[in-house]
């Protein structure tokens, strides 16, 4: 992880807001912050002279002035650890070139059984969205920063981060893994698909749970 720029506290604090948030405003972050507007622009403008976040211009549907809102760079992503990316993206090319696509298969179903066997001990509630809330608990136990929202039609179950970007960037057999599990979690009670996906240019990863 990289050092912190001056006031580490309140650094942390906004990219963690817009961790969770983005693309958010100024106002967004102010109040997600409980701090004056004022504050909060002087706060993001020293973020983006660091490099740490950008933003982008949204124009509003009808009359109006566009919006300005801000995410994260990729030098602010590196305040979230990607637990031994580069060490993690060593390995899974070692075993694809010693194992080939077997080996490769091999490793994401034994990482499947392991996660399969901690969510049936963590998610038993009878009910679909307890359920769901057990399950954002252990993923965001895991480093996942998850939770669970209502949506028109039914929920979302939102990760905000994911510890093992560098790895599914190198094999995306494990993120078709997780839906898989997830999907197993919520058996007999709703079908679940991805809405949002971080490695195709996504700020989350967004999965839209309908009741069955």
């Known amino acids: 992880m990289p050092s912190l720029p001056i006031d580490p506290s309140s650094t942390m604090r906004m990219l963690e807001a817009l961790k969770r948030q983005a ?3 100024t106002a967004d972050l102010a109040r ?3 701090m004056t507007a004022e504050a909060a622009r002087q706060q993001i403008n020293k973020l983006a002279d660091q490099g740490l976040v950008q933003a982008d211009l949204q124009k509003p ?11 994260l760079t990729a ?8 637990a031994h990316a580069q060490l993690t993206v060593q390995l899974i090319g070692a075993i694809e070139k010693l194992f080939g696509q077997q080996g490769m298969d091999g490793l994401i179903s034994e990482r499947e059984a392991q ?7 963590a998610c038993t509630a009878p009910g ?3 359920r769901l809330a057990q399950l954002a608990e252990v993923r965001t136990q895991e480093g996942y920063m998850a939770h669970v929202e209502p949506h028109p039609q039914g929920w979302l179950l939102v990760e905000h981060h994911c510890p093992i970007c560098a790895a599914a960037q190198s094999c995306r057999g494990f993120c078709r893994s997780e839906q898989a599990l997830f999907q197993e979690v919520v058996a007999g ?6 809405s949002e996906y971080l490695l195709d240019g996504g700020q ?6 309908q009741p069955l």
């Open 61 to 71: 549907a009808g009359a109006g002035r566009p919006r300005q809102l801000w995410t």
């Open 23 to 25: 693309p958010a405003s």
């Open 204 to 209: 989350r990863c967004v999965y839209l749970v």
């Open 32 to 34: 997600t912050l409980q």
């Open 189 to 194: 009670l709703a079908t679940l698909e991805r």
């Open 75 to 82: 030098a602010g992503q590196r305040y979230f650890p990607d």
């Open 115 to 121: 996660s399969r066997s901690r969510y049936r001990q």
């Open 128 to 130: 679909l969205p307890e």
